[in-house]
C-alpha cells in the first residue's frame, strides 16, 4: 500500500502562482512512476502531469504546458507540481497518483490522495 497525501492549494488571483505537494509513505516511493490529474465540478477526472521513477521523464496535459511543472524529490518522498500563469479553467480539485507503469489514463492508477482545492479567480 502507498499512502498519498496532497497540500498546498488555495485561493489564487488569475495570473498567480502555487506550489502542490504530495507526500508518500508506505511502500518505496522510487518503486513508483507519479501522475497529477485534476476533477472540476461536473467534469471527468483528467490527466495533468506524470513523471517517471527517475524524475527524467515527464510529461504534461497541453493545456499545461509551459505554465506547469512536474518534479519529485525521491529522499523527501515527495512529488510536485508547479503551477504558474494559473487560470480560471485551472480551477479543479488536484489528485496525485501512484502507480508502478506511467500512464496518463486515471483508470491505470493504483493509489490516488484525498485531493487539494485549487481556486483561481478572474
Known amino acids: 500500500q502507498v499512502q498519498l497525501v496532497e497540500s498546498g492549494g488555495g485561493l489564487v488571483q488569475a495570473g498567480g502562482s502555487l506550489r502542490l505537494s504530495c507526500a508518500a509513505s508506505?511502500?518505496?516511493?522510487?518503486?513508483?512512476?507519479m501522475g497529477w490529474f485534476r476533477q472540476a465540478p461536473g467534469k471527468e477526472r483528467e490527466f495533468v502531469a506524470a513523471?517517471?521513477?527517475?524524475?527524467?521523464?515527464?510529461y504534461y496535459e497541453d493545456s499545461v504546458k509551459g505554465r506547469f511543472t512536474i518534479s519529485r524529490d525521491n529522499a523527501k518522498n515527495t512529488v510536485y507540481l508547479q503551477m504558474n500563469s494559473l487560470k480560471p479553467e485551472d480551477t479543479a480539485v488536484y489528485y496525485c497518483a501512484a502507480r508502478v507503469g506511467i500512464s496518463k489514463d486515471a483508470t491505470d492508477y493504483d493509489y490516488w490522495g484525498q485531493g487539494t482545492q485549487v481556486t483561481v479567480s478572474s
Open positions: 513523471i517517471t521513477r527517475s524524475g527524467f521523464g515527464k
Open positions: 508506505g511502500r518505496t516511493f522510487t518503486g513508483y512512476n
